[in-house]
């Protein structure tokens, strides 16, 4: 066929918005029934309910009928919102319509062929992370109750329920701030969990505590492993983070017994070519001895509980993913030698890994194609797709999928030297449509959330949504992002705003030195803190033409005096100390320097968001009204952080396609949503 010269930014694309959002799916947990497989996921044809799914012999099954959600509110973020046993699958329910001030979020039991019997009360308190043990008849999960404060935040603690909601819950640990990844030893004698205090967030430093059960399900004998504080602090650092490394200078994630009885977790206490990552560890008595010793992380930050990286496949093996340089790759661990046996597998994002007798179950994604829940045979190696998270994209889509490029560049560390930054590039792909020969492709920066987190070069929809178009993406992973080492990672504290800004701005320069992308028409998009970072890049560069935030931060006061109960020093960990700090805040706050803001935007908020409040946006927006400046927006009833609901992820896409193209002075194809752009020529 014939390939058509067009503008960049008009091509026609077989990826249509409805795509991301008709008929797809989001894996939001993954668990084992003996040979079962579970899952949670999210529905944005459902509005975005979470129903849990079994794999039944006639393929997947609904298992929470209509009506009822499984969501947990614990952390804001959630995860671990179910679990199953003997058939039988525990979940906490999210049903704002019957219970509004706390969305019900009681623990519900199903049965096969029953309807679900409520087991908790109707109390302002959330479960999460729930871990069934019949022998005793209770379930040890987190508890988060809104009505019981610890140091200005909602009480957490680890408790055991009872199965049939007849008893009290047993308090088995409380006076932490946190509490996760509670798990049985596998003869029910011991219970290992994870817990960490403010101001520290789970990624920086933890402690692994273990006890012994009673009948009842009472813990004694409680100690203490690994999770000590730093010896040696670097005077320099945010004091913030010197206050968490004086109360941990470890994270340990992923407790995990093996099948005699061996506990083992991950900690980044292992230096590694100069810097700490997350490595594979064995208890042996109250010392963690490294088992994997990789310039590679095993496990991904404790944004949602139920994190799952690693599993036993026998006592001395073990399944494990792992990341380097944000690609995750499958191998087998001898846990004897530390040897890693790589599983030549096409995935290069590998979540939610859990393994049972002969077989392990992860969900998949790769450049090629959505996200898959997948079945890996551990004898053969071979791999069953048991459900797409989109599989009704076409063949001329799939077509348009293309393997990003991993860039590296150099950007100022602000002490007179260079640093290392990363990010995947995404040229413009389509194969039906080329550009002028005289045109470089608009760019877009994509950043995501967090910050710690990390770009994946595993198919994003929303990339090819933009590249089949004839946009160019910078998909960053800029410093401060997981999956470099620790040192990494920890580069953006007490930088937030700065070093993040820099590397977007460092890695567009980079591609338009190599005459890959037109320097005129830079846009940016992200969401949560990739949407501040967004409006930073507005308001203190002049890299951008336009700017897409998805329920960005514009004020980092706000954030620092009220947001969600994870969250609550971690402004100041990416800042400084509130309120010492107070102006630093505002001097990096897009809303104190709107006067400043150069380009174009349009703003996306969900109504009913606890991380980043509505007014956040209301108030920017205001501002940039009152200065005549270009914008638009949209907020969405009933979306929270992080949209869901089909009909607000097809018009947000639309509406910011269309943005794109009224002020980069090209016309979008197809009848797409088009945004109110107030103080924009018609």
Same mark, same amino acid.
């Given at each position: 066929?014939?390939?058509?010269?067009?503008?960049?930014?008009?091509?026609?694309?077989?990826?249509?918005?409805?795509?991301?959002?008709?008929?797809?799916?989001? !894996?939001?947990?993954?668990?084992?029934?003996?040979?079962?497989?579970?899952?949670?996921?999210?529905?944005?044809?459902?509005?975005?309910?979470? %129903?849990?799914?079994? +794999?039944?012999?006639?393929?997947?099954?609904?298992?929470?009928?209509?009506?009822?959600?499984?969501?947990?509110?614990?952390?804001?973020?959630?995860?671990?919102?179910?679990?199953?046993?003997?058939?039988?699958?525990?979940?906490?329910?999210?049903?704002?319509?019957?219970?509004?001030?706390?969305?019900?979020?009681?623990?519900?039991?199903?049965?096969?062929?029953?309807?679900?019997?409520?087991?908790?009360?109707?109390?302002?308190?959330?479960?999460?992370?729930? %871990?069934?043990?019949?022998?005793?008849?209770?379930?040890?999960?987190?508890?988060?109750?809104?009505?019981?404060?610890?140091?200005?935040?909602?009480?957490?603690?680890?408790?055991?329920?009872? +199965?049939?909601?007849?008893?009290?819950?047993?308090?088995?640990?409380?006076?932490?701030? !946190?509490?996760?990844?509670?798990?049985?030893?596998?003869?029910?004698?011991?219970?290992?969990?994870?817990?960490?205090?403010?101001?520290?967030?789970?990624?920086?430093?933890?402690?692994?505590?273990?006890?012994?059960?009673?009948?009842?399900?009472?813990?004694?004998?409680?100690?203490?492993?690994?999770? #000590?504080?730093?010896?040696?602090?670097?005077?320099?650092?945010?004091?913030?983070?010197?206050?968490?490394?004086?109360?941990?200078?470890?994270?340990?994630?992923?407790?995990?017994?093996?099948?005699?009885?061996?506990?083992?977790?991950?900690?980044?206490?292992?230096?590694?070519?100069?810097?700490?990552?997350?490595?594979?560890?064995?208890?042996?008595?109250?010392?963690?001895?490294?088992?994997?010793?990789?310039?590679?992380?095993?496990?991904?930050?404790?944004?949602?509980?139920?994190?799952?990286?690693?599993?036993?496949?026998?006592?001395?093996?073990?399944?494990?993913?792992?990341?380097?340089?944000?690609?995750?790759?499958?191998?087998?661990?001898?846990?004897?030698?530390?040897?890693?046996?790589?599983?030549?597998?096409?995935?290069?994002?590998?979540?939610?890994?859990?393994?049972?007798?002969?077989?392990?179950?992860?969900?998949?994604?790769?450049?090629?194609?959505?996200?898959?829940?997948?079945?890996?045979?551990?004898?053969?190696?071979?791999?069953?797709?048991?459900?797409?998270?989109?599989?009704?994209?076409?063949?001329?889509?799939?077509?348009?999928?293309?393997?990003?490029?991993?860039?590296? !560049?150099?950007?100022?560390?602000?002490?007179?030297?260079?640093?290392?930054?990363?990010? &995947?590039?995404?040229?413009?792909?389509?194969?039906?449509?080329?550009?002028?020969?005289?045109?470089?492709?608009?760019?877009?920066?994509?950043?995501?959330?967090?910050?710690?987190?990390?770009?994946?070069?595993?198919?994003?929809?929303?990339?090819?949504?933009?590249?089949?178009?004839?946009?160019?993406?910078?998909?960053?992973?800029?410093?401060?992002?997981?999956?470099? $080492?620790?040192?990494?990672?920890?580069?953006?504290? $007490?930088?937030?705003?700065?070093?993040?800004?820099?590397?977007?701005?460092?890695?567009?320069?980079?591609?338009?030195?190599?005459?890959?992308?037109?320097?005129?028409?830079? #846009?940016?998009?992200?969401?949560?803190?990739?949407?501040?970072?967004?409006?930073?890049?507005?308001? !203190?560069?002049?890299?951008?033409?336009? $700017?897409?935030?998805?329920?960005?931060?514009?004020?980092?006061?706000?954030?620092?005096?009220?947001?969600?109960?994870?969250?609550?020093?971690?402004?100041?960990?990416?800042?400084?100390?509130?309120?010492?700090?107070?102006?630093?805040?505002?001097?990096?706050?897009?809303?104190?320097?709107?006067?400043?803001?150069?380009?174009?935007?349009?703003?996306?908020?969900?109504?009913?968001?606890?991380?980043?409040?509505?007014?956040?946006?209301?108030?920017?927006?205001?501002?940039?009204?009152?200065?005549?400046?270009?914008?638009?927006?949209?907020?969405?009833?009933?979306?929270?952080?992080?949209?869901?609901?089909?009909?607000?992820?097809?018009?947000?896409?639309?509406?910011?396609?269309?943005?794109?193209?009224?002020? +980069?002075? &090209?016309?979008?194809?197809?009848?797409?949503?088009?945004?109110?752009?107030?103080?924009?020529?018609?």
């Amino acid at each position: 066929m014939a390939v058509t010269t067009a503008a960049f930014g008009s091509w026609a694309s077989p990826i249509a918005a409805q795509d991301l959002a008709a008929g797809a799916v989001k !894996f939001e947990q993954l668990a084992l029934d003996g040979d079962d497989v579970i899952w949670v996921e999210s529905r944005p044809d459902e509005k975005g309910r979470s %129903v849990v799914v079994r +794999m039944g012999p006639d393929g997947p099954q609904d298992i929470t009928p209509a009506g009822f959600c499984a969501r947990t509110l614990v952390n804001s973020y959630g995860g671990g919102a179910m679990a199953a046993k003997d058939g039988t699958v525990w979940f906490t329910n999210f049903a704002a319509s019957d219970f509004p001030q706390t969305k019900d979020q009681r623990v519900y039991a199903q049965t096969p062929g029953h309807f679900p019997k409520p087991i908790t009360p109707r109390q302002p308190v959330h479960f999460a992370d729930m %871990v069934p043990d019949p022998a005793r008849g209770v379930i040890f999960a987190v508890q988060e109750r809104s009505d019981v404060l610890l140091n200005g935040q909602a009480q957490q603690t680890l408790v055991a329920l009872d +199965m049939q909601g007849d008893a009290l819950p047993i308090t088995v640990a409380s006076g932490g701030d !946190f509490y996760a990844a509670p798990r049985l030893s596998p003869d029910g004698s011991q219970i290992a969990w994870l817990t960490w205090d403010y101001p520290s967030m789970p990624w920086e430093g933890t402690r692994l505590q273990v006890a012994t059960l009673d009948a009842q399900g009472n813990a004694t004998d409680i100690r203490t492993i690994g999770g #000590a504080p730093a010896t040696d602090i670097d005077p320099t650092l945010n004091p913030v983070l010197q206050n968490a490394m004086r109360y941990s200078d470890e994270a340990i994630a992923e407790p995990l017994w093996s099948p005699k009885g061996a506990l083992y977790c991950v900690s980044d206490r292992s230096d590694i070519k100069g810097t700490r990552w997350g490595n594979i560890h064995r208890v042996e008595g109250d010392s963690l001895v490294p088992v994997t010793t990789q310039a590679a992380e095993f496990t991904s930050p404790l944004w949602r509980l139920g994190v799952s990286s690693y599993g036993f496949v026998s006592e001395t093996i073990i399944l494990a993913a792992y990341s380097k340089d944000g690609v995750w790759a499958l191998a087998l661990v001898d846990v004897t030698s530390g040897m890693l046996k790589p599983v030549d597998l096409p995935f290069t994002s590998i979540t939610h890994l859990r393994v049972g007798h002969g077989f392990a179950v992860f969900i998949g994604g790769r450049f090629d194609g959505p996200a898959e829940l997948i079945r890996l045979d551990l004898e053969t190696c071979e791999t069953t797709v048991l459900r797409s998270a989109n599989p009704g994209l076409s063949a001329e889509a799939k077509a348009c999928f293309q393997a990003p490029e991993a860039i590296s !560049f150099q950007v100022d560390d602000g002490k007179g030297g260079t640093e290392t930054s990363h990010a &995947f590039y995404h040229a413009p792909a389509n194969p039906d449509y080329k550009g002028p020969v005289n045109e470089r492709p608009p760019l877009i920066i994509v950043i995501h959330g967090g910050p710690s987190a990390s770009a994946s070069s595993a198919l994003s929809l929303d990339i090819a949504f933009f590249t089949s178009r004839g946009f160019a993406v910078l998909d960053t992973n800029y410093r401060g992002s997981t999956g470099f $080492g620790r040192s990494y990672r920890q580069r953006i504290y $007490g930088g937030w705003g700065v070093v993040d800004v820099a590397d977007c701005v460092a890695g567009a320069q980079h591609l338009v030195a190599q005459d890959k992308v037109d320097r005129y028409r830079i #846009a940016s998009r992200g969401g949560s803190s990739g949407g501040y970072t967004t409006l930073a890049l507005a308001t !203190f560069t002049d890299i951008l033409s336009a $700017g897409a935030s998805y329920y960005g931060i514009s004020d980092l006061q706000m954030i620092a005096q009220d947001t969600d109960k994870l969250e609550a020093f971690y402004a100041a960990l990416l800042v400084g100390p509130w309120p010492d700090a107070q102006k630093v805040f505002k001097a990096r706050s897009p809303l104190f320097h709107a006067d400043q803001i150069s380009c174009p935007l349009i703003i996306f908020q969900g109504e009913d968001d606890p991380v980043v409040p509505p007014p956040q946006a209301h108030v920017l927006i205001d501002s940039l009204l009152d200065r005549k400046m270009p914008v638009a927006w949209e907020f969405f009833p009933g979306e929270s952080h992080g949209f869901k609901q089909k009909a607000h992820i097809i018009q947000s896409l639309e509406e910011e396609l269309s943005f794109y193209g009224a002020i +980069m002075g &090209f016309t979008p194809s197809g009848h797409l949503a088009k945004p109110d752009i107030k103080n924009w020529p018609v």
